[in-house]
């Protein structure tokens, strides 16, 4: 399952959304990056982030911030451009470094702006299945699953890793498309055979090659949802795919539908903030949006 084609896709539907803006009201969609610390991941992603956001017709600005900056100093950096008119989406950088209270910083974000749908307040929402903004890596591979046809309804669905920003609300998402789900974490007991079971694994561990092939159960679709230096995913994917009816590769399945989705709802949060009917940006939607 490749996410490059229908990525692309997004992208250029939300920037003919965006050009109308520009064309019929003056303005750009604009969103708001706060980048925390140093982490070299973290900065090659928002680059390449703001690159594909510019050729979409987003503006961008970076706000980054020390790792030894107070919780306090990021928050006030939020609340500043959550009043900011001219700001529609806000995208606070993962990972937060510690010690600074990560939870605290995403609950300064309102719920208008909250694009990739880490507040608390966004994730009830998505968990009871009503409007909100997503979180883009969920609801990628949501659109992922539908542009290959897979059908949830009735399946039986593994999701690894909790997060809440990957793991909870994907497994919100399947509940709510009516698939039977597990979800399995760092100290879920006999994994392996948990994961045999299942006819759909979204895999988020965080462990490179995490999952190997002899787990899968032949004709399973599997999603890997993990980037690791290398870059490899969560899943060995030489092995997997022998026994996968699909599977994603890592670069080049999820990661572009990511970025594609952060687009689409950045533009479609600028046409909620003016009061203009959504174009192809989708505003948002009962989970699960396929």
Avoid at 148 to 160: E, F, S
Avoid at 163 to 187: D, E, F, K, Q
Avoid at 196 to 212: E, K, N, S, T, Y
């Amino acid at each position: 399952m490749l996410g490059r084609d229908p990525a692309q896709r997004l992208i250029a539907a939300a920037g003919e959304s965006a050009a109308r803006l520009r064309r019929d009201r003056g303005i750009s969609p604009r969103l708001a990056n706060v980048l925390i610390g140093d982490d070299p991941s973290s900065a090659v992603y928002v680059r390449m982030e703001q690159r594909r956001c510019r050729e979409a017709g987003i503006d961008t600005v970076l706000h980054a911030l020390p790792a030894s900056a107070p919780t306090g100093h990021v928050i006030e950096c939020v609340r500043a451009l959550a009043a900011d008119s001219t700001v529609h989406a806000i995208l606070v950088q993962h990972p937060v470094p510690a010690p600074i209270d990560k939870r605290a910083v995403f609950e300064a974000i309102p719920p208008e702006k909250d694009i990739d749908g880490v507040s608390s307040a966004t994730l009830g929402r998505v968990l009871l299945g009503m409007p909100a903004w997503i979180p883009c890596t969920p609801r990628g591979i949501m659109l992922l699953l539908a542009e290959y046809k897979v059908t949830l309804d009735g399946v039986h669905a593994c999701v690894i890793g909790r997060s809440p920003i990957l793991g909870r609300p994907m497994a919100s998402l399947l509940i709510n498309a009516h698939a039977t789900v597990t979800l399995c974490h760092s100290r879920t007991r006999d994994l392996p055979d948990i994961v045999r079971q299942a006819d759909l694994l979204i895999a988020a561990a965080g462990r490179p090659r995490f999952v190997r092939g002899d787990w899968i159960k032949p004709g399973a679709v599997v999603v890997d949802a993990g980037y690791n230096e290398g870059p490899v995913g969560d899943v060995d994917f030489e092995s997997a795919c022998r026994r996968a009816a699909l599977i994603t590769p890592v670069p080049g399945g999820v990661g572009p539908m990511t970025i594609a989705v952060l687009i689409d709802q950045t533009v479609a949060a600028a046409e909620r903030r003016l009061g203009v009917s959504a174009g192809a940006a989708a505003a948002p939607s009962p989970a699960p949006i396929i």
